[in-house]
């Protein structure tokens, strides 16, 4: 069963907006992670941030992490239309190394 | 490998035969996960192994699928009799030493059941 879930679930913008995409989860975790995919095939990591931490950023991605409400957001900065893809948060729960994935946001960046 | 990889990576199959699909992962990577995903949804976790051992296989729906990964490196995810409801994208990962570590996912198998 789908642990996370992922809000919105669509979300079109134009080049050069940010786009911000959203993540809630049930149970504990030991890290959470966001993953890329293109075209319904392999995923792609992009960043993992841990139960302790509250912010990382690689590049023009920056994710938050509030275990508290049990959610987290990845913020895409000045996007561009290669950055058209689907979006997942997983979450590995303390009790196991499984990841479980949310149903995805699907970003569309309109050049 | 530079990465992990999958073969084949689109798979036709009828009602009711066997599939094996294949899943090489990173070298050096002792943990191994299947993951299966449906057209519009997220992955959903099938099996992990540690080594050669299956360390968690709660997640294989039932007894018609089953995966070895006999010498700790190659994994094979076998499915018996199969069903439309089989068909999905099966999407294979490794990491360095399961638990907390980051997983690298190969580009999957589209799995088509007529």
Same mark, same amino acid.
């Given at each position: %069963?789908?642990?996370?879930?992922? $809000?919105?679930?669509? +979300?079109?913008?134009?080049?050069?907006?940010?786009?911000?995409?959203?993540?809630?989860?049930?149970?504990?975790?030991?890290?959470?992670?966001?993953?890329?995919?293109? %075209?319904?095939?392999?995923?792609?990591? +992009?960043? +993992?941030?841990? %139960?302790?931490?509250?912010?990382?950023? %690689?590049?023009? #991605?920056?994710?938050?992490?509030?275990?508290?409400?049990?959610?987290?957001? +990845?913020?895409?900065?000045?996007?561009?239309?290669? $950055?058209? &893809?689907?979006?997942?948060?997983?979450? $590995? &729960?303390?009790?196991?190394?499984?990841?479980?994935?949310?149903?995805?946001?699907? #970003?569309?960046?309109?050049? | 490998?530079?990465?992990?990889?999958?073969?084949?990576?689109?798979?036709? *199959?009828?009602?009711?035969?066997?599939?094996?699909?294949?899943?090489?992962?990173?070298?050096?990577? *002792?943990?191994?996960?299947?993951?299966?995903?449906?057209?519009?949804?997220?992955?959903?976790?099938? /099996?992990?192994?540690?080594?050669?051992?299956?360390?968690?296989?709660?997640?294989?729906?039932?007894?018609?699928?089953?995966?070895?990964?006999?010498?700790?490196?190659?994994?094979?995810?076998? /499915?018996?009799?199969?069903?439309?409801?089989?068909?999905?994208?099966?999407?294979?990962?490794?990491?360095?030493?399961?638990?907390?570590?980051?997983?690298?996912?190969?580009?999957?198998?589209?799995?088509?059941?007529?």
């Amino acid at each position: %069963s789908q642990q996370g879930e992922e $809000d919105p679930q669509a +979300l079109s913008i134009q080049e050069g907006e940010n786009a911000t995409m959203n993540c809630s989860y049930k149970t504990s975790i030991n890290n959470l992670q966001w993953y890329r995919q293109n %075209s319904g095939r392999g995923l792609v990591h +992009l960043i +993992l941030i841990r %139960s302790n931490e509250r912010e990382k950023h %690689s590049g023009r #991605l920056r994710v938050t992490l509030d275990t508290s409400k049990k959610s987290s957001s +990845l913020l895409i900065t000045a996007s561009r239309a290669a $950055d058209t &893809a689907s979006y997942f948060c997983a979450t $590995d &729960a303390t009790s196991g190394s499984r990841l479980t994935f949310g149903e995805g946001t699907q #970003l569309t960046v309109n050049p | 490998g530079a990465g992990v990889s999958q073969t084949p990576s689109n798979k036709v *199959t009828e009602k009711g035969k066997y599939v094996e699909l294949r899943c090489d992962p990173i070298s050096g990577h *002792t943990a191994l996960y299947w993951y299966r995903q449906s057209l519009g949804q997220g992955p959903e976790f099938l /099996i992990y192994f540690q080594g050669t051992g299956a360390a968690d296989d709660s997640g294989l729906p039932n007894d018609r699928f089953f995966a070895v990964r006999p010498e700790g490196s190659v994994s094979t995810l076998k /499915i018996q009799r199969t069903e439309r409801g089989d068909s999905a994208v099966y999407l294979c990962a490794s990491s360095l030493s399961g638990g907390r570590s980051e997983q690298f996912f190969g580009p999957g198998t589209r799995l088509t059941v007529l």
